[in-house]
């Protein structure tokens, strides 16, 4: 089934085109990695696809229904984000449990009790049980933070989970760990995965596809496996300095 579909979409800042004419799909429980240098549109389309920016010209579908017709509510539970600092989307003052529990409350309508132990459940599952859980998110290390951001965007069971680089503050075992934690739960619960990664090297045991952006296009796609093989000078550029 096809959760995503987004046609001819393009989004400018000012004068400046951040995506142009992007096409895109995105299957139910499938992993598709987003590659591209610095500016070139990745995180523009993560914001395209949760609404966070609207397309000035093209159409983004959710569902096949278009997106701008889904309440903003029920579209931050459907589709939900992870940054690449996860400060920012955990707020420092507020216990961990509190902040995973409180996502489940506000989208998921729950009581206190119920939303607390959907948390409890949820940072277990992620690896956190009894491990800063009453602590603020300072208190925990880099790869903790990032696994609780994880148990705060699952927790409210979405179909989608856009990860804007989650593993580029974090050191290579702490990394190899999320990745395998994200395909666990993308096995577990069948969420489809859209995930923004700096290196490729992961990217054909992590994802299904893989789609390169450059200068706010979309220039190169196909199955992960065949992404180190890719002819396409941009991805063989990013290949090339992975490798370096």
């Known amino acids: ?20 004419e992007v096409d895109f799909t995105l299957q139910a429980g499938e992993i598709v990695a987003l590659l591209g240098p ?6 523009t389309l993560l914001s395209l696809f949760d609404g966070s920016v609207a397309a000035c010209s093209g159409v983004v579908h959710w569902q096949e229904r278009a997106l701008l017709s889904h309440p903003r509510n ?3 539970r459907a589709m939900r984000r992870m940054f690449q ?12 449990l509190d902040s995973v529990a409180g996502a489940h409350e506000s989208l998921c309508g729950s009581t206190k009790a119920a939303a607390r132990l959907a948390a409890c459940n949820m940072l277990e599952a ?12 300072s208190g925990l290390s880099a790869g903790q933070r990032q696994r609780a951001a994880l148990a705060r965007a699952l927790v409210t069971q979405p179909q989608v989970l856009l990860a804007d ?4 503050a974090l050191d290579p075992l ?20 859209v995930i923004v990664v700096h290196d490729p090297t992961p990217v054909p045991t992590l994802a299904d596809r893989y789609v390169v952006l450059h200068e706010g296009r979309c220039v190169d796609a196909g199955p992960a496996a065949e992404l180190l093989r890719s ?3 941009v991805t063989r550029s990013l290949c090339d300095m992975s490798a370096a």
């Open 174 to 193: 702490a990394a190899a760990a999320l990745f395998q934690l994200l395909r666990r739960e993308r096995e577990q619960r069948g969420m489809a995965v």
């Open 85 to 96: 600092d996860p400060l920012g989307s955990l707020n420092p003052e507020v216990l961990v």
């Open 1 to 20: 089934m096809t959760l995503l579909r987004v046609q001819t979409a393009s989004v400018r800042y000012g004068r400046r085109f951040a995506l142009k």
């Open 231 to 233: 002819a396409h000078p």
């Open 38 to 43: 610095s500016g070139a549109g990745k995180s």
């Open 74 to 76: 029920a579209r931050l």
């Open 165 to 168: 680089e989650p593993v580029a």
């Open 126 to 137: 992620v690896g956190l049980v009894g491990l800063g859980v009453a602590q603020r998110p």
